[in-house]
């Protein structure tokens, strides 16, 4: 009986450690999540800084009173995640409203990230046929499966998610292969390096640039800073 006794005490010592361990590593990640998630940061810039020829894609109404620009790599995982959980929101309570309009600036990492051109010029032939918003989704949407982390041959999941999306895929396919969206791309990924943008995501409204994980009420603040200052007579950013 006491044999059995002490067995017992010895099996609820170790289910107690390894408890113990599990909270311990529960702990530590979220330590480790806090202090690699990226710190947000307001700074002022210069609006008259000349720029290149750029585009972008633009979602909302042209005459909408302020622009939020983000400038963004397809490939970054903080993109991803604003574009999952923040820019929903965005969307419809300050694009869907006419509150605000919405640039998409391509911003590839192409130093880290292997894929990310790539993804830049499947959405860039997705807008072609009218279809760069959904084919932009799908793809931080589908980001596990064809990042260069996963894939090396990124080329046949656009290829899938054109077909999902309803475009006409050769045309699609002739367009990634010619790779003739390119020098757009590279425009206004070169706009965004004049600009000083190192990191994606960054966003610029009115007067002032955001850097790191911003939530929707970050973006809010901007867009009524911005409208404040267009009151006040200020010059817009773009």
């Known amino acids: 009986m006491v044999a059995k006794n002490a067995q017992v005490r010895k099996k609820s010592r170790s289910g107690f450690y390894a408890l113990l361990g599990v909270v311990a590593l529960a702990g530590a990640g979220a330590i480790g ?16 800084i000349p720029l290149p020829k750029a585009e972008g894609y633009v979602k ?14 397809f490939e970054c995982p903080g993109c991803g995640q604003f574009a999952a959980v923040t ?13 605000a309009r919405f640039r998409f600036m391509d911003h590839p990492l192409i ?3 292997q894929n990310t051109m790539a993804a830049s010029l499947a959405a860039a032939c997705a807008n072609e046929q009218g279809k760069f918003w959904e084919m932009h989704d799908r793809i931080f949407m589908g980001q596990p499966d064809w990042s260069g982390y996963a894939t090396a041959n990124p080329k046949k999941f656009f290829k ?7 475009a006409d895929v050769a ?7 010619d790779q003739k969206l390119v020098a757009q791309i590279e425009a206004n990924r070169n706009e965004g390096l004049q600009r000083g943008i190192r990191s994606t995501p960054t966003f610029i409204v009115g007067g002032r640039m955001l850097t790191g994980a911003p939530t929707y009420d970050n973006i809010k603040a901007l867009v009524d800073s911005a409208k404040a200052d267009a009151g006040k007579g200020a010059a817009p950013a773009r």
Request: charged residues 35%.
């Open 160 to 166: 899938q998610y054109a077909g999902e999306l309803g």
């Open 33 to 48: 999540w806090a202090v690699t998630r990226p710190k947000t940061v307001v700074s002022k810039i210069d609006p008259s």
């Open 60 to 73: 909302g109404r042209p005459d909408a009173p302020v622009e939020i620009i983000e400038y963004a790599d």
């Open 87 to 99: 820019e929903p929101d965005i969307r419809s309570k300050l694009i869907d409203t006419g509150e």
């Open 111 to 113: 130093e880290i990230h």
């Open 171 to 177: 045309k699609w396919e002739q367009c990634f292969d």
